[in-house]
Structure formats: C-alpha cells, structure tokens
C-alpha cells in the first residue's frame, strides 16, 4: 500500500482533529434574554379576562418577584435578582394591565388590587406552591401585602424593596413624601450629569433619543437612582409602562392595604424590608421601625448611598440582604 507523505499525514491528522472539535464543541451557553424568552408562558386569569406573561430564571426555592407601578412590566427588576439566581428560581411576570399582560381600555379603568391579588393566587395555584415567597419593588409590595392579608396562609416570607410603610398614609406623610422627591429631581447633581451627558441643550437641538434620555434624566431618574453616573443603568418608564393601570389600582386601592399589623400577628412570617437612605418613598426603611420593635420577623436591612432603585446604587448590599431575606423565608417553618 502506497503510504502517505508526513506532510500530508500531519495535515490531515490536523484537518480531522479540527473536524472533531468543531462537533464536540458545546453550544453556547443561553444569556439572560434567551433564558427569559425560552421559559415564557401564559396563564389565564381566572375571569378569563386577560393572559399574564411569565418567565422564569434560576434554581432552588421558588420566589415569585411583584414589579411596581403600577402599570410597570417586570424587565427592570433582572438585574436585581439575577446575582441570587444560582439559590432561587425567579418566576416574574407582568402583572395584569401591565405591558406584556395588556387588557381592553375598559377593563383597563376597572383594575383593582383585589384583581390583582386573585391573579396572584391563580399564579400560585398554576405553579403548584402550597406557600409561597413574595419578593416585591415599590408599587409592588402594595400587592404583597394585600396578598398576604387575602391569603395567610400561603405566604412562607416577604422581602420588600424599596417599599412603603406598612401603615395608613396621612397627610403629613404625604407631605412629606412629595417633598423628599422633588428634592431628589432638582438635585445640582442632575444639571451636572446632563451637562456631562451632552443633553443640557434646548430639546431643538437633540435627536429624538437624546430628548427622551433628556426627559428621564430631569423628570424620572433622579427619584429612583442617587448615584446619578450610573444612570443609564436604569431601566423601565416609558414603553415598559402603562400610566393608566397605574391610575386605575392606585385610584381604587384603600390605603389600608399596607396595614398588616393584624395579620402579621395572627400568621408571623418572616418580613426583610430593603429600604435604601435615600429612597424618597422611606428612606432606611424608618417607617417599618415601630413594628418591627414588637415583631421579631420584621428585619430591616437599610442600603448606604442607595436610592429607589437600591440595587443599581448599592449592588453589593442589595445582593446580600436579598440572599439573607430570601434564605430566611426559605428556611421558614410556620405550619
């Protein structure tokens, strides 16, 4: 037999390994946006009356995320609970009259929380979870709180971010809440992140994106994020938000929902309130502390130099306190 040249034998040789490998080579490795797409689903409300979107991301112990508003779509809450998703699977979802789970402009103006809660119920019925972990943003704990006042008894822990105190809203409250957040838009610092950015300009002068990067950054932004250079890391508003949901449940909720000292007593679960120092809403968490001093399973972990949107100011903190919440409801052994 007529043998081959070393030449030709070693580039053959090389040509089938590289041949082989390119086979045994792995596909890559799914990102976040494939991971949400690839795990997406409809449920059914149970009037029938509209379809919520969810997803899901991670392992472990299921928790099941609440985005604010209302009105808003659960996108921007990712990257705060992607850094815990190797201990817990994340399931969000948009809640009903939100963007991804849209319902007609009538039945748009006839949300509710007590719709809102229902869903929620429906959603932990579908997902087969006899107790459930709540971990909710903003406008969002709201519905956690009416959840856990609607249904006890299926509620293994809360972690609210970023959350409103547990009480009914008073004038003076509100006062002072409008005050906190106008101070936090006319911040110096918003005109020096403008000027740094190029868009402190006459809005004639910008593109279309530039006006609409100009609009959030005097008018939205600056209430949600203290440290004003990592703006863009900010997401949601705009497209990703439904004003009139937002108006409907705001406009029909008693504002006794958050009230939970009854409940609370009656079902103890484990509480973990994240609450940043600078959160216009309340700041440090300072008006969860007269509860918290007569129930033990209120723990308030207060986020430095941390806004509305705690996580994108104080990664590291809001990754610790979200673990250590998440991991006490976890471990939570109320029958």
Same mark, same amino acid.
């Given at each position: *037999?007529?043998r081959?040249?070393?030449?030709?034998?070693?580039?053959?040789f090389?040509?089938?390994?590289?041949?082989?490998?390119?086979?045994?080579?792995?596909?890559?490795?799914?990102?976040?946006? !494939?991971?949400?797409?690839?795990n997406?689903?409809?449920?059914?409300?149970? !009037?029938k009356?509209?379809?919520?979107?969810?997803?899901? *991301?991670?392992?472990? =112990?299921?928790?099941? #995320?609440?985005?604010?508003?209302?009105?808003?779509?659960?996108?921007?809450?990712?990257?705060?609970?992607?850094?815990?998703?190797?201990?817990?699977?994340?399931?969000?979802?948009?809640?009903?009259?939100?963007?991804?789970?849209?319902?007609?402009?009538?039945?748009?103006?006839?949300?509710? *929380?007590?719709?809102?809660?229902?869903?929620l119920?429906?959603?932990?019925?579908?997902?087969?979870?006899?107790?459930?972990?709540l *971990?909710?943003?903003?406008?969002?704990?709201?519905?956690?709180?009416?959840?856990?006042?609607?249904?006890?008894?299926?509620?293994?822990?809360? #972690?609210?971010?970023?959350?409103?105190?547990?009480?009914?809203?008073?004038?003076?409250? !509100?006062?002072?809440?409008?005050a906190?957040?106008?101070?936090?838009?006319?911040?110096?610092?918003?005109?020096?992140?403008?000027?740094?950015?190029?868009? @402190?300009? !006459?809005?004639?002068?910008?593109?279309p994106?530039?006006r609409?990067?100009?609009?959030?950054?005097?008018?939205?932004?600056?209430?949600? #994020?203290?440290?004003?250079?990592?703006?863009?890391?900010?997401?949601?508003?705009?497209?990703?938000?439904?004003?009139?949901?937002?108006?409907?449940?705001?406009?029909?909720?008693?504002?006794?929902?958050?009230?939970?000292?009854?409940?609370?007593?009656?079902?103890?679960? =484990?509480?973990?309130?994240?609450?940043?120092?600078?959160?216009f809403? @309340?700041p440090?968490?300072a008006?969860?502390?007269?509860?918290?001093?007569?129930h033990?399973?209120?723990?308030?972990? =207060?986020?430095?130099?941390?806004?509305?949107?705690?996580?994108? @100011?104080?990664?590291?903190?809001?990754?610790?306190?979200?673990?250590?919440?998440?991991?006490?409801?976890?471990?939570?052994?109320?029958?």
């Amino acid at each position: *037999m007529r043998r081959i040249a070393k030449p030709v034998a070693v580039g053959l040789f090389l040509f089938m390994a590289a041949v082989a490998s390119n086979f045994a080579r792995p596909a890559p490795a799914p990102d976040t946006f !494939d991971i949400l797409q690839q795990n997406a689903w409809d449920l059914k409300t149970s !009037d029938k009356e509209a379809s919520l979107y969810i997803t899901e *991301m991670g392992h472990g =112990p299921t928790v099941i #995320v609440l985005h604010g508003g209302p009105g808003q779509d659960f996108h921007y809450l990712v990257d705060a609970v992607r850094p815990n998703s190797g201990r817990f699977r994340f399931i969000l979802f948009d809640q009903r009259g939100s963007v991804l789970s849209p319902v007609s402009e009538a039945k748009t103006k006839a949300l509710t *929380m007590a719709k809102l809660v229902d869903d929620l119920e429906t959603l932990r019925l579908a997902l087969g979870e006899g107790k459930v972990i709540l *971990m909710a943003h903003s406008a969002g704990n709201g519905l956690a709180m009416a959840y856990y006042k609607a249904h006890p008894d299926h509620v293994k822990g809360l #972690v609210l971010a970023d959350s409103q105190p547990p009480g009914v809203e008073t004038p003076e409250w !509100d006062k002072a809440f409008a005050a906190r957040r106008d101070a936090q838009i006319h911040r110096p610092e918003v005109q020096t992140t403008l000027a740094a950015a190029g868009l @402190d300009k !006459d809005p004639a002068q910008l593109t279309p994106r530039q006006r609409d990067e100009q609009w959030r950054l005097t008018h939205l932004i600056p209430m949600d #994020v203290y440290r004003l250079k990592r703006w863009r890391r900010f997401e949601g508003g705009g497209a990703w938000y439904n004003a009139d949901a937002a108006e409907a449940i705001s406009g029909a909720t008693d504002p006794a929902v958050c009230d939970i000292a009854g409940v609370l007593a009656a079902h103890p679960v =484990p509480i973990t309130v994240i609450d940043g120092d600078h959160d216009f809403i @309340d700041p440090s968490g300072a008006g969860w502390r007269s509860l918290a001093a007569e129930h033990p399973e209120i723990r308030i972990f =207060p986020l430095k130099n941390a806004g509305h949107y705690s996580w994108i @100011d104080n990664p590291e903190g809001f990754d610790r306190s979200l673990r250590a919440g998440l991991e006490r409801a976890a471990a939570s052994s109320r029958p």
